[in-house]
């Protein structure tokens, strides 16, 4: 179509330097794409403004002219491989208050022109390998109000002109040393708002700041307690230091990050469910019964409390995390912990316990953990400990037995606790017998108990500290002989044993032998010789107890209990109804299995065959509770009157009806029997309630009767 002078012309005939390009043609870009301003910016002397406009991605096909775009105030979340490559005379990009939290590595290459980059408010969490790579010209680079949590080393290696660099209210825990050395022409720097952890490998940051007091934001340390909010650059640099005793009181090793922070090394997610702060990851009140799969190398205390454990299996999970130093298990369900669920936490120092349902504590349930400093086992149902319950444990300073169910303690039990300094065993319901004297004797010596441990048993030292016990007092008379956790008692008279392993096989037992091992792995009971016919009697009913008459029949190879009319349950022990069909029905019910709710229906075949209601001795009394009602079809007479026991109130209204005859009798406690005609009938249907009552001794009255006069 143009130019005008070459219109019409054949394009393969048109000479080479006729093909020219004058005024503004030439700053037309060579493609098909067109470069506009976008709809909902403005463009101006070069300048792209898009600030609030609601975008979600970086616009395209901007003038390459351009030296200023304005993307503030938008909801742009990714910057893409390359976005601003094209516009190679920018010199200021702002893209502040967005959603950003991920950049392509070469984001801004090619922009040797760029002198501001404003990333602040943004979402960003690590900053890729190279991005600021050929950006020489950078002035001014504001990363504020982010959540970056390491630097690499090599961030800043091209930005040799930068004045001004904000890491303001970042996550940095710590920085690598030399990462500032490429900023040659620094003049401010601030770093506050970040959870600095002042050990041995930030002490490189104090002697930079001291020889360049740039820092004007007055960055503070977080951790250890005795920096914590100290401005870094007025600490002395001899206070960094790195040791085991501020491992231990810090949770975990924050320098396993510090050493590779210059890396920024890629790390497993956060669980899902959980929550991950720094080193600790957060599990609790999750509803979890087992440990997530998938935890970050990186975590040096791991929270699973308030959950549902029951059982803590040796999966090996701890074997991947070197770092960790402190495990939260309390206020789960957890009964027992396999040999070997602790594999691998060789560097855990602290584990609690508290508020679970262990009964008993073997020394091969915290085998690896030969670090571990502190061992909460409070509020448990622990009742005895034995003289192995601790062993491989000789780096424990502080045990809390506290709250658990302990009668007796194994002498020995603590010998292998060498570095023992605090121990609770308060809230115990010790049992001061002649098992437990060496424990008097060992309290006043080592003098590291927690508070007054007393007795609960006998009876004549209760409430009674054990240290003041004399050791003549430590008995086992009466009966006062527990012993459950001596050693004397790790094995049934009946059998033999060997380590964990107990054999009772062809002893001829009926019952399982008292005093078998907890920790017993296996367990022999065979016959190896059955005594003759002993199979071919055998019947699922033989051990299974119908009741009330009821007949065990055998269906798909399982007892059955047939009941007879009235009893339900599965053993037809619940009595539901008691029919009277004739005159013949006779029926004796035990009186215990006759319940508020059990309904009793009383029916006569005809008019004239009337019903009593008797009590079986002098002193015992069947009676109807509260206030009845009868009618139905049923005829029945209350006759004679002292059938029903009249010694207490405890009818407290019985009404009589019929339907037929005169005005109702009303029965009440004062009056209990009426002038009745001696052919008085009366309508009943159920009594709901039938008990047993005596003013002597209830024990006496074993049963009541239900009986059909002639």
Same mark, same amino acid.
């Given at each position: ?43 101006? $002397? ?116 930068? $004045? ?263 809230? $115990? ?169 059990? $309904? ?111």
């Amino acid at each position: 179509m143009g130019p005008s002078h070459l219109r019409g012309h054949n394009v393969a005939e048109v000479q080479k330097r006729e093909f020219v390009c004058s005024g503004h043609q030439s700053f037309m870009a060579p493609s098909c794409s067109v470069l506009h301003c976008p709809a909902a910016c403005t463009c101006s $002397n070069n300048i792209v403004d898009c600030r609030g406009k609601g975008l979600t991605e970086i616009p395209t096909n901007l003038p390459e002219t351009i030296t200023e775009i304005r993307l503030e105030q938008n909801s742009i979340k990714v910057i893409p491989p390359g976005a601003f490559s094209p516009y190679k005379k920018l010199r200021r990009i702002d893209l502040s208050n967005n959603q950003i939290s991920e950049l392509a590595p070469d984001s801004f290459q090619g922009l040797r022109s760029l002198n501001s980059l404003v990333l602040y408010g943004n979402k960003i969490t690590e900053l890729p390998k190279s991005l600021f790579e050929g950006l020489f010209s950078l002035q001014l680079l504001l990363l504020n109000a982010n959540k970056i949590n390491c630097l690499r080393v090599d961030a800043f290696q091209d930005l040799h002109n930068l $004045n001004l660099l904000s890491l303001y209210d970042n996550k940095l825990q710590t920085i690598a040393k030399g990462t500032f050395s490429p900023l040659r022409a620094i003049q401010t720097m601030h770093l506050a708002q970040n959870p600095f952890i002042c050990d041995c490998h930030l002490k490189w940051l104090a002697d930079y700041l001291h020889t360049n007091p740039i820092e004007t934001s007055g960055a503070r340390c977080t951790s250890p307690r005795r920096l914590a909010n100290k401005r870094i650059g007025q600490i002395k640099s001899k206070k960094f230091r790195c040791s085991a005793k501020e491992q231990y009181f810090i949770p975990g090793t924050e320098d396993y990050r510090s050493k590779l922070s210059g890396d920024c090394f890629a790390d497993l997610a956060c669980p899902e469910k959980c929550r991950c702060e720094g080193t600790t990851v957060d599990c609790s009140n999750q509803k979890l019964n087992k440990i997530p799969d998938h935890i970050p190398q990186y975590t040096a205390e791991l929270r699973l409390n308030n959950n549902e454990f029951t059982v803590l299996e040796a999966t090996g999970i701890f074997k991947k995390l070197p770092q960790l130093r402190k495990i939260n298990f309390s206020n789960n369900k957890i009964t027992d912990i396999e040999e070997g669920a602790f594999e691998g936490a060789s560097g855990v120092n602290e584990i609690l316990l508290t508020s679970n349902r262990l009964e008993s504590v073997r020394h091969k349930m915290f085998k690896g953990l030969e670090s571990l400093k502190t061992l909460m086992l409070r509020s448990n149902r622990i009742s005895c400990v034995g003289n192995d319950s601790f062993i491989g444990l000789s780096s424990v300073r502080l045990l809390s037995l506290y709250d658990n169910q302990i009668t007796t303690i194994a002498p020995g039990a603590f010998d292998t606790l060498h570095s023992l300094s605090t121990l609770n065993l308060l809230a $115990n319901p010790f049992n001061c017998n002649c098992y437990l004297a060496w424990l008097g004797e060992w309290l006043r010596k080592k003098r590291i108990v927690t508070g007054n441990p007393r007795c609960q048993k006998p009876y004549f030292l209760k409430e009674i500290p054990i240290q003041d016990v004399a050791i003549q007092d430590f008995t086992c008379d009466d009966g006062n002989d527990d012993s459950s956790c001596s050693p004397l008692s790790r094995c049934p008279t009946e059998c033999t044993c060997l380590d964990t392993v107990v054999r009772c096989s062809n002893k001829g037992l009926k019952v399982l032998p008292k005093g078998i091992p907890r920790d017993v792995t296996e367990l022999g009971l065979f016959c190896e010789f059955s005594p003759p016919m002993v199979l071919p009697r055998t019947s699922p009913c033989d051990n299974f107890d119908c009741q009330n008459g009821a007949q065990c029949i055998i269906r798909i190879n399982e007892p059955i209990c047939q009941c007879l009319p009235g009893y339900q349950g599965e053993k037809c022990e619940k009595l539901v109804s008691v029919n009277f069909i004739n005159k013949e029905s006779y029926l004796q019910i035990p009186s215990a299995k006759v319940r508020p709710q059990t $309904n009793i229906t009383l029916q006569a075949m005809k008019r004239g065959s009337p019903f009593l209601l008797a009590s079986p001795s002098e002193d015992s009394c069947v009676f109807l509770e509260e206030t009845l009602s009868f009618a139905s079809t049923s005829w029945v007479a209350l006759s004679p009157c002292p059938s029903i026991c009249l010694s207490d109130p405890i009818v407290t209204n019985l009404r009589l009806e019929d339907h037929w005859g005169p005005t109702p009798c009303i029965l009440n406690t004062q009056e209990m029997c009426c002038d009745l005609p001696n052919d008085w009938l009366v309508l009943m249907s159920s009594i709901s309630a039938l008990h047993r009552h005596s003013r002597s001794d209830l024990t006496k009255v074993s049963q009541f009767s239900l009986l059909q006069e002639e």
